[in-house]
């Protein structure tokens, strides 16, 4: 069995909205601990649980993802983790060098080089000058700041700062390390070669990602946490299940929805089978299937020369697949009060998962192109399919098999 590296049992923290009555609360914790009584655990005026009542284990060689809108209680979870903040409640235990990525800057001087601030950050890792001199032209060259390196940090752009911050925690090779979100101002070239060396460091590290970009998730997580205001909704090691359960979150009703001055979006229906469903519904798809899209807006104003945009999502949130043909086929000088778009789409190849459907609608006037209006994840819905792929899209054609050797030549022709 792996060895478990991150072990959290019942672990909570609580703030206080108030500034003055935190300072009031926090003396009074200390008088009281000196005093060997321990702090209350019930909420007193102004308190909330950031984070109540969370257990999880990690082991060497996985990933943990924490997932959850802002202010769920990810990042102070993570703070928690690394020594920060104390737990008013619970356990943590955590075996092993600790390396960290969990604000911008942080652990840095920024008075001090970039040279000076790995030497710096490295000893707080519990490794030896020699060690770090051993490690660092590997951090110089990871960073890509090699004529920026003896330049005081505070002079860095924000990019520059995580390239240094993540090339020391990585290169210094961690027993466990906590990434928060950090990584999302990084160009995508340095984002990729992250997320290449973090794979590399699995083998024999244990991670926990904090992030927003799915994408990220689902490509290296092993099992994810969603939280909502402070608690667990759901612990899984089936990270896309975790991601479906996020973004179930953000759903908005169509109601919500206003558009603009100009035009309203009033309804978007998706008819499978003769039957019609809409925004709220829970849509279950075969492969194969054919729908229909019915996309019903209102225009207060003229709209001249109306076109629709369709954009399909997968359980990520990455754009995979569009219509924008709708020009070609409607052909309207101008519109106006309450108008119905409607496409076919037929034998749809998408792998079993979650999906989504996004609307744009645009206007032409004097050749130059006007958005009116984008709605992202208007609709949902899901496929069923036999397969299951980590793309979205599973073609069926057909198969043949040539089989030649030497003695004679084996032809099989069967449809797959």
């Known amino acids: 069995m792996s060895e478990v590296l991150i ?9 206080c ?8 609360y926090g003396f009074r914790d200390i008088f009281d601990s000196l005093r060997g009584k321990k702090p209350s655990l019930e909420l007193r005026r102004n308190e909330f649980w950031a984070v109540k009542d969370i257990s999880f284990e990690v082991k060497r060689g996985e990933c943990l993802g924490l997932i959850g809108h802002n202010g769920a209680g990810k990042s102070t979870l993570l703070k928690m983790l690394n020594g920060l903040i104390r737990p008013d409640e619970g356990s943590i235990e955590m075996h092993g060098k600790v390396g960290s990525l969990i604000e911008l800057g942080a652990g840095f001087n920024s008075l001090l080089t970039g040279r000076e601030n790995i030497y710096n950050n490295g000893a707080v890792l519990g490794f030896t000058k020699q060690e770090i001199d051993g490690k660092l032209n590997e951090i110089i060259a990871f960073s890509e700041l090699g004529e920026f390196i003896d330049m005081p940090v505070q002079n860095y752009s924000s990019g520059m700062k995580v390239r240094l911050g993540f090339a020391i925690a990585a290169q210094m090779e961690p027993d466990i390390l906590l990434i928060d979100e950090v990584l999302a101002v990084g160009d995508i070239g340095f984002v990729l070669k992250c997320f290449n060396q973090m794979d590399k460091l699995l083998q024999n590290t244990t991670l926990i990602l904090v992030s927003h970009a799915m994408p990220q998730i689902s490509r290296m997580c092993t099992h994810v946490i969603l939280m909502d205001h402070g ?3 759901c612990n899984t090691d089936d990270v896309s299940y975790g991601i479906t359960e996020y973004y179930k979150r953000f759903k908005t009703e169509i109601g919500d929805f206003k558009g603009s001055d100009k035009i309203e979006l009033t ?7 003769n039957s019609i469903h809409h925004k709220e519904d829970d849509i279950l798809l075969n492969y194969g299937d054919s729908f ?3 996309i019903e807006i209102f225009c207060n104003e003229f709209v001249y020369s109306p076109s629709v945009n369709l954009a399909f999502f997968d359980k990520e949130q990455r754009s995979f697949a569009a219509v924008s043909n709708c020009s070609e086929y409607v052909k309207f000088d101008k519109v106006i009060g309450k108008i119905i778009f409607s496409t076919q789409i037929d034998n749809i190849p998408f792998s079993q998962g979650k999906y989504s459907i996004s609307v744009s609608l645009s206007e032409k006037i004097n050749n130059s192109k006007n958005i009116l209006f984008r709605y992202q994840s208007a609709i949902y819905f899901s496929v069923h399919n036999k397969i299951h792929g980590w793309t979205p899209v599973q073609f069926s054609p057909e198969w043949t098999l040539n089989v030649e050797n030497s003695d004679d030549t084996i032809s099989c022709n069967h449809n797959i």
């Open 17 to 24: 909205k108030n500034l003055k009555q935190s300072l009031a």
């Open 267 to 273: 309804d978007i229906r998706l008819i499978s089978n």
């Open 231 to 233: 608690k667990v909704l």
């Open 292 to 294: 229909k899209i019915e």
């Open 7 to 15: 072990k959290v049992e019942g672990v909570s923290k609580k703030f």
